[in-house]
Every structure is written in structure tokens, then in C-alpha cells.
T-cell receptor
Framework: GAGVSQSPRYKVAKRGQDVALRCDPI?????LFWYQQALGQGPEFLTY????????KSGLPSDRFFAERPEGSVSTLKIQRTQQEDSAVYLC????????????FGQGTRLTVV | AQSVTQPDIHITVSEGASLELRCNYS??????LFWYVQSPGQGLQLLLK??????LVQGIKGFEAEFKRSQSSFNLRKPSVHWSDAAEYFC??????????FGKGTRLSVIA
């Protein structure tokens, strides 16, 4: 596609429910990033893939958060047993290669846990 | 620890007035620097970036930024603000193998 696509755009989950957020990066982009943006804050790094390899997951806040990119293209961020503090916008970005290149961001998924 | 600081949470300017948004970074070596803009409900759009060379960089929508090593700053400027510039602006930095680190953002309001 023309840009990074994320789905769903909005998700309301009951506390304790599992959710899965999808990211379709720009075709051919090697690197893929997930960020969490709380209301009124800047994006905070969660995890990074280069192709199918998860090179950095230091930003995942707990073991309830899990990300995968099995074929080096589409990625899924899964949150198990959601908590209210998980409510945020989850942004996905992709870039052509690693290193200091422009990362293109999707519009994000707004997750609200009630 | 590596960090990016945007000292101003909210700035209001009149349409047609000039604008400067501040950004300071704390890194061991000079990082690569970026400015992004985020409109309500939208993703982040890159305005400009600095990797090396000329310390005054031009971006889209009439924005520019100046890298000042002595001040560890990368301030964003625009000579004449338009109402459509109202948005959230994020400064970000990237160094080595570390991920892109964002500041907390500055919300720009534009009044008539």
C-alpha cells in the first residue's frame, strides 16, 4: 500500500480481555517499530523488528505484551489480560532499512480499556 | 540516559506571527534529529531531519530547524504561522542502534 496501515483504528476492550493490533508496513520496508502514546505524551518505544527478527523488545511494559512479525511483513501486537493503564494509542512505523532513515508512521490504533 | 526535552508544553501564536519550538537533547554523541507533526487523530508526519552537514535544515510546509551543537538544541522555526499549523509537534532523536526517542511534545494553538 501507499502507507503504513493499522487496524483496527479504534478498539474498546473490557478489562481482562485479550486484544490484537495489526500493522501492515510499507511494502519492502525492512524495519518495523511499535510505539505506545498515552494521552498528552510523546510516543514511547515498545519493540523493533528487522525483517522477522525482533531485535529489541526492551520497551514492552510487561509480559502481557507480545509482538510478532513471522514473515517479515505484517506485524501483530498482542496484549493479554488488558488493564486500564494499557489505554493509549499504539503507533506502528516502518523504514526501508535500519539506521538513520525516515520512519513512516501509521495512524495508530486507539485502545480504550473499560 | 538518552533523552529529548521539549520545554514548552503549549504555545499560542497569532496567525502570521513567527514561531519557534524548542528542543534539547541529551546524548553522548550527536544523534540524528527529527521533527514530526501530529494532527488530531492522525499519525506522525516527518517535517524535517538532520543527519550531518549544514546546520540549518529546510523541511516541508515552510518549516526549518537549526542544529546547535554547543547548546544541544534543534529548534523548529517558521516565519509566518498559518491556522492549519495548529497541531502537536514532536522532536525526536536517534543514535546508533537505539530506537527513535521522542520528546513529550509541544501543542501549538493558532489564534486569529
Amino acid at each position: 500500500g501507499a502507507g503504513v496501515s493499522q487496524s483496527p483504528r479504534y478498539k474498546v476492550a473490557k478489562r481482562g480481555q485479550d486484544v490484537a493490533l495489526r500493522c501492515d508496513p510499507i511494502s519492502g520496508h525492512v524495519s518495523l517499530f511499535w510505539y505506545q502514546q498515552a494521552l498528552g505524551q510523546g510516543p514511547e518505544f515498545l519493540t523493533y523488528f528487522q525483517n522477522e527478527a525482533q531485535l529489541d523488545k526492551s520497551g514492552l511494559p510487561s509480559d502481557r505484551f507480545f509482538a510478532e512479525r513471522p514473515e517479515g511483513s505484517v506485524s501483530t501486537l498482542k496484549i493479554q489480560r488488558t488493564q486500564q493503564e494499557d489505554s493509549a494509542v499504539y503507533l506502528c512505523a516502518s523504514s526501508l532499512v535500519g539506521g538513520p532513515t525516515e520512519a513512516f508512521f501509521g495512524q495508530g490504533t486507539r485502545l480504550t480499556v473499560v | 540516559a538518552q533523552s529529548v526535552t521539549q520545554p514548552d508544553i503549549h504555545i499560542t501564536v497569532s496567525e502570521g506571527a513567527s514561531l519557534e519550538l524548542r528542543c534539547n537533547y541529551s546524548y553522548g554523541a550527536t544523534p540524528y534529529l527529527f521533527w514530526y507533526v501530529q494532527s488530531p487523530g492522525q499519525g506522525l508526519q516527518l517535517l524535517l531531519k538532520y543527519f550531518s552537514g549544514d546546520t540549518l535544515v529546510q523541511g516541508i510546509k515552510g518549516f526549518e530547524a537549526e542544529f546547535k551543537r554547543s547548546q544541544s538544541s534543534f529548534n523548529l522555526r517558521k516565519p509566518s504561522v498559518h491556522w492549519s499549523d495548529a497541531a502537536e509537534y514532536f522532536c525526536a532523536a536517534l543514535s546508533g542502534n537505539t530506537p527513535l526517542v521522542f520528546g513529550k511534545g509541544t501543542r501549538l494553538s493558532v489564534i486569529a
